[in-house]
């Protein structure tokens, strides 16, 4: 019998972008089973509270079966253990990126050599994209349109009339 392969997409995803979304979309065509994992850092204060983040990654990934939305505390490959995950999977977009995820990759497989990393690329449309510019463009006034799905714009709204 065929092995079932689960990869775990970790991130802070604070909010989710057009670019997390693609990966996600193309991560479903490759493996049985994908677990987006939101980080919960207690030592940081993100934009969005855990709760928010779930909600927005369940509302654009709910089309796809095999994708489950869940958060994780404590060390990634611990957690990948725990869900029988053979993969932890990644999403590259520049040379920049480079140097953190390959350190991040060795030092996972260290901990745990039988997790593989696989770095996915995403459309060449968001390879500019991330959370933190998203935020910083929306806090200053400027549009988000097509690089973060309308359910993140939506939120996006709501926080800045909450918080003024
Ligand atoms: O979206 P991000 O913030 O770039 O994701 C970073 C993340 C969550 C993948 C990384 O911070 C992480 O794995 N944190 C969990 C703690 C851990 O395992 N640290 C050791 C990494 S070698």
Redesign the pocket.
């Known amino acids: 019998m065929a092995k079932e392969v689960t990869a775990i997409y970790?991130?802070?995803?604070d909010p989710v972008t057009n670019g997390h979304v693609d990966i996600i979309g193309r991560s479903q065509g490759i493996f049985d089973r994908v677990i987006v994992a939101v980080?919960v850092n207690i030592e940081k204060t993100p934009f969005f509270t855990t709760d928010e983040r779930l909600e927005m990654l369940r509302e654009v990934t709910g089309k796809w079966d095999n994708v489950q939305i869940e958060t994780f505390q404590?060390?990634?490959?611990n957690y990948a253990v725990a869900q029988k995950a053979k993969v932890i999977l990644?999403g590259i977009r520049a040379v920049t990126d480079y140097e953190y995820e390959f350190?991040?990759a060795l030092?996972?497989r260290r901990m745990q050599p039988g997790i593989e990393t696989v770095f996915m690329v995403p459309a060449e449309e968001y390879t500019y994209l991330s959370?933190r510019l998203v935020k910083e463009i929306f806090l200053l006034g400027g549009s988000v349109e097509g690089i973060v799905p309308s359910v993140v714009e939506d939120f996006l709204n709501k926080k800045k009339k909450k918080t003024g």
């Open positions: 970790p991130g802070s995803f980080l404590g060390l990634l490959v990644r350190q991040m030092m996972n959370s």
